[in-house]
């Protein structure tokens, strides 16, 4: 029984750790370009939800069957996210690159509050009910008390997701691109990198990984509210932060250390603090750790 239990948390926390991971990706990949923190990611996570939910409602009343929601409203809140994602970019950050550090920062925070109100007027502070896009498997049903069926789905689509990702920037033309221009931006410029269109798409491919998160968890939850990017934005700036910001394998080592960190210190402990085991844990590895687990100690020339 005991085993059983440890079991139900340990896959509990490797479910939790895998969304930190989606999300805690967008944080780390902008940051290695251009050095910025994006406090709106949690933003796009949220928009994601949304245009899931808005899209699978419509297609319900017009009588599709269930696997082409699910596909059509996944398909349709990556694009949507991806879009917001790229326009914020535009909007926000990119005439900020060369002004001072805190002005770039601010605009994020701005565009953070601006998005959250944004959806609060166009729909409701209440929560609403999301559909159960990931329904219960009859061939997982005995296993189900231990880890359902939507969870098994979060934490595949992860383990693809990251494998996908993993190509792209280290096989592909673009995934090239990124790395030369988070290494040197004006080197990368000088060989004829469009440098524009590298942050660009690394906005794009962020936004898409958040949106993924966010239909995942609100079909796993079952209901939504305009609020709930900034919870999951900054459990996911913890982990990108924890693995060590910049760091791709870093974000994903620091959503699953951070995911397991919860869910045995509830399971276990107690579950009244569990930002505050998060957060504790934190403090503890950067105290050791400052750069994070994966990170590098940069030396600055004077």
């Not at 059509?72 to 909007?91: C, H, P, R």
Request: net charge neutral.
């Amino acid at each position: 029984m005991d085993l059983e239990y440890f079991l139900e948390l340990f896959l509990g926390g490797l479910v939790k750790g895998s969304i930190y991971a989606l999300i805690a990706l967008g944080y780390t990949m902008v940051y290695g370009i251009i050095e910025l923190i994006n406090f709106a990611h949690g933003e796009i996570y949220m928009l994601g939800a949304y245009t899931a939910l808005i899209v699978a409602s419509v297609l319900t009343v017009l009588g599709f069957p269930h696997l082409a929601i699910v596909i059509m409203a996944g398909l349709a809140a990556v694009i949507w996210a991806s879009a917001y994602g790229f326009t914020v970019e535009k909007v926000a950050y990119k005439p900020l690159r060369k002004a001072p550090r805190l002005s770039p920062l601010i605009s994020a925070i701005g565009m953070s509050i601006f998005l959250q109100n944004y959806v609060l007027l166009a729909q409701t502070d209440k929560f609403l009910p999301f559909p159960e896009l990931i329904p219960e498997f009859d061939f997982w049903e005995p296993y189900s008390h231990i880890i359902g069926s939507p969870s098994l789905v979060i934490l595949i689509s992860t383990v693809v997701i990251m494998l996908l990702l993993t190509y792209i920037i280290k096989y592909t033309t673009m995934g090239k691109a990124m790395r030369a221009t988070a290494q040197d931006r004006t080197m990368a410029m000088l060989v004829g990198i469009s440098v524009n269109k590298v942050i660009s798409f690394t906005f794009v491919i962020g936004s898409s990984l958040a949106a993924i998160g966010g239909v995942l968890v609100a079909s796993q939850m079952g209901q939504i509210n305009f609020y709930i990017g900034f919870m999951a934005g900054i459990k996911a700036f913890t982990a990108a932060v924890l693995g060590g910001i910049g760091s791709i394998p870093g974000a994903v080592l620091g959503g699953l250390v951070l995911g397991m960190t919860e869910s045995l210190a509830t399971g276990y402990i107690s579950s009244d603090y569990e930002d505050v085991f998060a957060f504790a844990l934190l403090v503890l590895i950067l105290i050791f750790r400052p750069a994070g687990l994966l990170g590098r100690n940069t030396t600055q020339k004077v």
